[in-house]
């Protein structure tokens, strides 16, 4: 089983600022890792696919990078509604499998 | 618009069985793969089946072989979950979701609690 890793558990920052999120993974997964975003109450929505894309709808603000076993998620001025948890998801090996999440909050 | 509609959770006793149901419109449904995630309360999401188009692969996590089918009628447009033998740490909001390189659209979820 691949095994996702992300960090920070928690990220603390003010509107405006500038998000960086890493997954890692215990093996190799070419690009095949997504990123959600999941608020309270809410199911998860689909930002990143393949490592770099973004999914339908989704701000240029967000973007991925990475490949092989390091990913980051970058949002780059934080607005008011990304304040979420994040999760990071591979698709390269069955079980699919997720991170453990990241929380962004409000410093 | 693409829609996904999950229902059939509820409270049920240890040992005992329920049948998720997810339906689909808005797109052509026996075209895409389709997933059940879960979301235990307070944690994280945890994938738990796969179904291919036509029905003939399906995936599971280790933790629910055996215990869970996945199905799916695509002239229906439906998606189902069959949980037998449910535990305590089966309690989770189910969510169906179709894949296309990533769950790109999600059910609402549907609650399961296993208590006595």
């Known amino acids: 089983e691949i095994v996702l890793t992300q960090s920070p558990a928690t990220l603390s920052l003010s509107p405006g600022e500038r998000a960086t999120l890493s997954c890692r993974a215990s093996q190799h997964v070419s690009n095949y890792l997504a990123w959600y975003q999941q608020k309270p109450g809410q199911a998860p929505r689909l930002l990143i696919y393949?490592?770099?894309n973004r999914a339908t709808g989704i701000p240029a603000r967000f973007s991925g990078s990475g490949s092989g076993t390091d990913f980051t998620l970058t949002i780059s001025s934080l607005e008011p509604e990304d304040f979420a948890v994040y999760y990071c998801?591979?698709?390269?090996?069955?079980?699919?499998?997720f991170g453990g999440g990241t929380k962004v909050e409000i410093k | 618009e693409v829609q996904l509609v999950d229902f059939g959770g509820g409270l049920v006793q240890p040992g005992g069985s329920l049948r998720l149901s997810c339906a689909a419109s808005g797109f052509t449904f026996s075209s895409y793969w389709m997933t059940w995630v879960r979301q235990a309360p307070g944690k994280g999401l945890e994938w738990v089946a796969n179904i291919k188009q036509d029905g003939s692969e399906k995936y599971y996590v280790d933790s629910v072989k055996g215990r869970f089918t996945i199905s799916r009628d695509n002239a229906q447009n439906s998606l189902s979950l069959q949980v037998n033998s449910l535990r305590a740490e089966d309690t989770a909001i189910y969510y169906c979701a179709r894949n296309n390189r990533g769950f790109d659209y999600w059910g609402q979820g549907t609650l399961v609690t296993v208590s006595s």
């Open positions: 998801q591979q698709r390269s090996n069955w079980p699919l499998t």
């Open positions: 393949d490592a770099s």
